[in-house]
Protein backbone atom coordinates (compact mmCIF):
# COMPACT_ATOMS: atom_id res chain seq x y z
CA UNK A 1 0.00 0.00 0.00
CA UNK A 2 1.30 3.32 -1.12
CA UNK A 3 1.42 6.52 1.27
CA UNK A 4 2.36 9.53 1.62
CA UNK A 5 2.35 11.09 5.36
CA UNK A 6 3.39 15.05 5.50
CA UNK A 7 4.56 16.57 9.07
CA UNK A 8 5.74 19.59 10.32
CA UNK A 9 2.89 22.03 9.79
CA UNK A 10 1.37 24.35 12.60
CA UNK A 11 0.58 27.98 13.80
CA UNK A 12 3.40 30.75 12.97
CA UNK A 13 3.49 34.49 12.96
CA UNK A 14 4.36 36.64 9.95
CA UNK A 15 8.15 36.23 8.74
CA UNK A 16 8.36 32.87 10.44
CA UNK A 17 9.42 29.77 9.09
CA UNK A 18 8.53 25.98 8.24
CA UNK A 19 9.72 23.29 7.38
CA UNK A 20 7.27 20.49 5.82
CA UNK A 21 8.16 16.76 5.46
CA UNK A 22 6.44 14.45 3.41
CA UNK A 23 7.39 10.50 3.64
CA UNK A 24 6.76 7.73 1.35
CA UNK A 25 6.27 4.23 1.71
CA UNK A 26 4.96 1.10 -0.14
CA UNK A 27 7.29 1.63 -2.97
CA UNK A 28 10.16 3.68 -4.40
CA UNK A 29 10.00 7.64 -5.56
CA UNK A 30 13.55 7.99 -7.11
CA UNK A 31 11.92 7.92 -11.02
CA UNK A 32 8.90 9.79 -9.46
CA UNK A 33 8.02 14.05 -9.92
CA UNK A 34 7.18 14.72 -6.29
CA UNK A 35 5.26 17.96 -5.59
CA UNK A 36 3.88 20.34 -3.13
CA UNK A 37 0.38 21.81 -3.31
CA UNK A 38 -1.86 23.75 -1.14
CA UNK A 39 -5.39 24.33 -0.94
CA UNK A 40 -6.74 27.26 1.39
CA UNK A 41 -10.84 27.18 2.16
CA UNK A 42 -12.99 28.05 -0.79
CA UNK A 43 -10.38 28.01 -3.12
CA UNK A 44 -8.70 25.29 -5.19
CA UNK A 45 -5.97 23.41 -5.06
CA UNK A 46 -2.65 24.89 -6.68
CA UNK A 47 0.94 24.02 -7.17
CA UNK A 48 3.60 25.68 -4.67
CA UNK A 49 6.61 23.96 -5.74
CA UNK A 50 7.99 20.61 -7.79
CA UNK A 51 11.00 18.25 -7.80
CA UNK A 52 11.37 16.12 -10.89
CA UNK A 53 12.98 12.62 -10.40
CA UNK A 54 16.32 14.71 -12.15
CA UNK A 55 16.17 17.04 -9.47
CA UNK A 56 15.00 20.04 -11.66
CA UNK A 57 12.82 22.03 -9.50
CA UNK A 58 9.94 24.33 -10.03
CA UNK A 59 8.04 26.85 -8.16
CA UNK A 60 4.80 28.67 -7.99
CA UNK A 61 5.71 32.65 -8.24
CA UNK A 62 4.09 33.31 -5.04
CA UNK A 63 6.62 31.31 -3.44
CA UNK A 64 9.72 31.94 -5.32
CA UNK A 65 12.70 33.05 -3.07
CA UNK A 66 11.13 32.31 -0.19
CA UNK A 67 10.51 28.35 -0.37
CA UNK A 68 12.71 25.63 -1.40
CA UNK A 69 11.88 21.92 -1.69
CA UNK A 70 14.39 19.28 -1.60
CA UNK A 71 14.16 15.42 -1.80
CA UNK A 72 16.19 12.48 -0.41
CA UNK A 73 15.78 9.42 -2.50
CA UNK A 74 17.38 6.95 -0.12
CA UNK A 75 14.99 8.14 2.75
CA UNK A 76 11.87 8.20 0.06
CA UNK A 77 11.09 11.93 1.43
CA UNK A 78 10.04 15.40 -0.04
CA UNK A 79 10.54 18.33 1.79
CA UNK A 80 10.24 22.28 1.15
CA UNK A 81 11.74 24.77 3.66
CA UNK A 82 9.19 27.61 4.06
CA UNK A 83 11.07 31.26 5.23
CA UNK A 84 9.16 34.19 4.93
CA UNK A 85 6.28 33.16 5.47
CA UNK A 86 2.88 35.57 4.82
CA UNK A 87 -0.57 35.48 6.03
CA UNK A 88 -1.45 34.17 2.65
CA UNK A 89 0.44 31.05 2.52
CA UNK A 90 -1.88 29.89 5.55
CA UNK A 91 -3.38 26.97 3.70
CA UNK A 92 -3.56 22.75 3.76
CA UNK A 93 0.00 21.75 2.47
CA UNK A 94 0.10 18.31 0.11
CA UNK A 95 2.35 16.40 -0.99
CA UNK A 96 1.99 14.33 -4.23
CA UNK A 97 3.88 11.95 -6.52
CA UNK A 98 3.97 11.35 -10.52
CA UNK A 99 5.76 9.00 -12.46
CA UNK A 100 5.35 10.69 -15.65
CA UNK A 101 7.38 13.06 -17.84
CA UNK A 102 6.62 16.30 -16.87
CA UNK A 103 7.44 19.96 -18.04
CA UNK A 104 7.64 23.09 -15.87
CA UNK A 105 3.99 23.54 -17.27
CA UNK A 106 2.18 20.49 -16.57
CA UNK A 107 3.92 19.60 -13.03
CA UNK A 108 1.75 22.61 -11.98
CA UNK A 109 -1.78 20.31 -12.42
CA UNK A 110 -2.91 18.43 -10.05
CA UNK A 111 -4.52 16.17 -11.96
CA UNK A 112 -1.35 14.31 -13.18
CA UNK A 113 -0.18 13.04 -10.18
CA UNK A 114 -1.16 9.59 -8.71
CA UNK A 115 -0.67 9.56 -5.27
CA UNK A 116 -1.60 12.21 -2.55
CA UNK A 117 -0.74 12.53 1.53
CA UNK A 118 -3.15 13.69 3.32
CA UNK A 119 -2.19 16.81 4.01
CA UNK A 120 -0.99 19.39 6.90
CA UNK A 121 -2.17 22.50 7.94
CA UNK A 122 -0.38 25.65 7.77
CA UNK A 123 -1.33 28.66 9.75
CA UNK A 124 0.24 31.93 8.99
CA UNK A 125 -0.70 34.80 11.34
CA UNK A 126 -0.50 38.96 11.25
Known amino acids: QVQLVESGGGLVHSGDSLRLSCAASGRTFSRHNLAWFRQAPGKEREFVAG???????YYADSVKGRFTISRDNAKNTVDVQMNSLKPEDTAVYYC????????????????????WGQGTQVTVSA
Open 96 to 115: AANPGDLTGTTMTLPRLYDY
Open 51 to 57: IRWTYGT
